[in-house]
């Protein structure tokens, strides 16, 4: 069964950073995707940071260039997010996504197109204050 699990979410003021871990297990393929996704109140989920096995360089959605960065420990299996000089506009619940996904595929493809297939987890809030 495959599980994603979220952690370190949480409320922080404006300028601050926050760093989110996804940690997965039961999800055995060798290729693969695997992402942060946020929701915002009223809005539709959005692709923020995605990566896969291919040589490809992680995608970063325009609003989170510069500030968030996505890493993975093949070790344990765990991915994590760090964002920092959060904005009131990050606001949102973030979840961790994970898909079997061809190594020549672009992250990006991942991060924007229709979410079939996709494993999730049970997200995380992250909050920021002005």
């Known amino acids: 069964q495959v599980q994603l699990v979220e952690t370190g979410g949480g409320q922080v003021q404006s300028g601050e950073s926050l760093r989110l871990s996804c940690a997965v297990s039961?999800?055995?393929?060798?290729?693969?995707?695997i992402g942060w996704f946020r929701q915002a109140p009223g809005k539709e989920r959005e692709g923020v940071s995605c990566?896969?096995?291919?040589?490809?360089?992680?995608f970063y959605a325009d609003p989170v260039k510069g500030r968030f960065a996505i890493s993975k420990d093949n070790r344990t299996f765990t991915v994590y997010l760090e964002m920092n000089t959060l904005k009131p506009e990050d606001t949102a619940v973030y979840y961790c996504?994970?898909?079997?996904?061809?190594?020549?595929?672009?992250?990006?493809?991942?991060?924007?197109?229709?979410?079939?297939?996709?494993?999730w987890g049970q997200g995380t809030q992250v909050t920021v204050s002005s």
């Open positions: 990566i896969n096995t291919g040589p490809n360089s992680p």
């Open positions: 996504a994970a898909v079997a996904m061809s190594p020549t595929t672009p992250p990006a493809t991942m991060c924007t197109r229709a979410h079939e297939g996709y494993y």
């Open positions: 039961g999800f055995t393929v060798s290729s693969y995707g």
